[in-house]
């Protein structure tokens, strides 16, 4: 296993649109390992292999740190409801913004066996889901921000800057 390096906002590699993937080789099994150390590493919730450089329909999450999701060629079958909340991302460090998404989402994917697989998620697990997935069509959280990309740990009413 190894940390790889993270890609950065405004590397063109973000704006691609990802390959699906067909098999799953040790190649494959590395680059998730290693996308699960790097985003441990980091301290993030969720990882998406073009920020590793790779385009290939993969990302890896853990909301929780202890329970780790890999997928595959995911898919969102089906949203609902509405939630507002700040959000971040490992390409744009000590950055966040106010992005509304869906509060449930239900997906499809495969797993490392390429067995296919449904997960739902809420609150966070389903903003980290949609947030993973636009990645892998090239699309980045900060189009999507209300109002001002915010330094981490400032308040989002706050706009003054040093
Ligand atoms: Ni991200």
Do not use: W
């Amino acid at each position: 296993m190894a940390i790889r390096n993270i890609r950065m906002f405004g590397d063109p590699v973000l704006e691609k649109v990802c390959k699906e993937v067909r098999e799953v080789t040790p190649r494959t099994m590395e680059l998730i390992d290693d996308m699960f150390e790097t985003m441990y590493d980091a301290n993030g919730v969720g990882l998406a292999a073009p920020q590793v450089g790779v385009l290939k329909r993969i990302c890896v999450i853990d909301v929780t740190y202890e329970d780790p999701i890999l997928l595959i060629n995911p898919r969102v079958l089906e949203t609902s409801g509405e939630q507002t909340g700040s959000e971040g991302c490992l390409s744009l460090p000590g950055k966040c913004g106010d992005v509304t998404r869906p509060n449930y989402v239900k997906v499809e994917y495969y797993d490392e066996n390429m067995e296919k697989q449904v997960i739902e998620g809420t609150e966070l697990l389903a903003r980290a889901l949609l947030h993973e997935i636009d990645h892998l069509d090239g699309h980045v959280y900060t189009e999507k921000v209300i109002g001002e990309i915010r330094n981490v740990g400032e308040e989002s009413e706050n706009t003054e800057e040093e």
